[in-house]
């Protein structure tokens, strides 16, 4: 999956539904006079609490990569209902008689677009993030054009104190020399014990608030047919309150799409900050994200037809039936 997403916009594109952009305040430019709505590169410290009792400490991956353009998708995520805080997005493929060939993707009808080449930024040296050893630094140098801690480097967890701020500085090479600040988040907590999902009913989420207001927001996908093919999605970006109303009309008209086994529903807290190169923007993204399955009514999910009730097989979308 690519570490770009498209801006917000009511026709989008991406693997995946579009993320927002910085919150206000958030980040800074290096000065250049790139177009900061263009989004060709991120670098990302993702981190998710322990999945049960008695498991250890949740986990963190810092990853980076920036491409000469913007990565293009062969989906397209078009706006078919919004309320609130919250807007339902349905999938359109388009369609290219002429094959675009593996360098390309068809990104409209009859309309191929190349594929973006990754390219270093030379070494990136990173503070502000917890590290077992005590070490208030360390650099990232790319491998094949992709950015990672160095082996022997420990992430402690949480990956960074709440407010505590975050940096990289890139020394410079294909692209120029940048630096590039975030804020540390703290570890998200959702306080739902299952999640249904019924027809005229709102979803209420419920989680733990931040500590200190203005840093972070959440961001929740619910995707209830991907194993399926996607027939669509909500997703939301709210105030970091400590609770979100999915609204009714949204579920209904989800559920109305079509549904697929192992549904789940993905939230997020963030703090996102971002920076102008020539070519385009860069985001720092620090973030705390937990998956959970939701409950339909008359769903049951199944890898085979040994989990099937008795009578009903395993289907290609991981139904039972």
Not at 129 to 152: H, I, R
Request: hydrophobic share 35%; aromatic share 4%; net charge negative.
């Amino acid at each position: 999956m690519s570490l770009l997403s498209a801006s917000c916009s009511t026709t989008t594109t991406g693997n995946n539904p579009p993320e927002p952009g910085p919150p206000d305040g958030a980040g800074g430019s290096d000065g250049a006079t790139g177009d900061s709505t263009r989004l060709i590169g991120a670098f990302q410290v993702r981190s998710s609490p322990a999945s049960g009792d008695g498991a250890p400490a949740g986990t963190t991956a810092v990853l980076g990569k920036i491409y000469d353009g913007t990565t293009p998708s062969q989906i397209i995520w078009e706006l078919a209902a919004e309320e609130g805080s919250c807007r339902l997005l349905t999938p359109r493929v388009p369609f290219c008689n002429q094959p675009c060939g593996g360098s390309a993707v068809c990104v409209e009808d009859d309309t191929c677009q190349a594929y973006p080449a990754a390219h270093s930024a030379g070494d990136v040296t990173v503070t502000g993030l917890n590290l077992e050893s005590g070490e208030a630094a360390f650099v990232m140098k790319p491998t094949a054009n992709n950015y990672q801690p160095p082996a022997g480097v420990k992430l402690g967890y949480p990956p960074a104190d709440e407010g505590q701020t975050v940096r990289l500085e890139a020394s410079g090479d294909f692209f120029s020399a940048f630096a590039v600040e975030s804020k540390g988040v703290s570890p998200l907590e959702l306080l739902n014990d299952a999640i249904h999902i019924e027809p005229d009913q709102g979803v209420q989420l419920a989680w733990t608030p931040p500590g200190q207001a203005g840093i972070s927001e959440i961001y929740v996908k619910l995707d209830i047919s991907h194993h399926g093919g996607t027939k669509g999605m909500i997703e939301c970006s709210a105030e970091d309150t400590g609770s979100l109303d999915l609204p009714a009309a949204l579920v209904t008209q989800l559920l109305d799409l079509g549904v697929a086994g192992f549904p789940t529903i993905v939230v997020t807290r963030r703090a996102v900050g971002s920076t102008t190169i020539q070519q385009g923007r860069v985001d720092l993204v620090i973030s705390s994200q937990i998956e959970r399955s939701v409950v339909i009514a008359g769903l049951t999910s199944c890898n085979d037809s040994s989990q099937c009730p008795e009578g009903q097989t395993c289907q290609p979308d991981l139904t039972c039936q």
